[in-house]
């Protein structure tokens, strides 16, 4: 792939993830996330915490999407850095009442690009 067909992919893998965060749609990050990966950040208790993208994603199924709550769409790509099968996506998005910023570490699977590490923050 070239890096701008490798740009486009990834530009399309964030616009997948944009549209599952404002549905709140579990099959859709499920969709571009691979099995194996988890989610980083600190936790309340000021520590690391690290959750298996399943237990991720059932929680994800238990919430309201800022869609039904009508709030309107919030989201960008800040950033995309290319090596050979190994991305980094720097995205913001608004989940309310926070504001995300995620880094999703991505590798080239079987000639597609699949989230292999979400690590993320968020400010009110």
Request: proline share 4%; aromatic share 6%.
């Amino acid at each position: 792939m070239t890096m701008d067909t490798n740009v486009l992919a990834l530009r399309s893998l964030a616009q997948t993830y944009f549209d599952a965060a404002y549905e709140m749609d579990a099959d859709k990050f499920a969709s571009i996330l691979d099995p194996s990966s988890s989610v980083t950040k600190v936790g309340e208790d000021g520590k690391v915490s690290v959750t298996p993208i399943a237990t991720w994603l059932a929680v994800v199924r238990t919430l309201k999407s800022p869609q039904q709550q009508g709030f309107a769409r919030d989201d960008q790509v800040l950033s995309i850095d290319v090596e050979n099968g190994l991305a980094l996506v720097k995205l913001k998005l608004r989940v309310p009442p926070r504001v995300f910023t995620d880094l999703l570490s991505c590798l080239r699977v079987d000639g597609a690009w699949k989230i292999v590490q979400k690590v993320m923050t968020s400010s009110a």
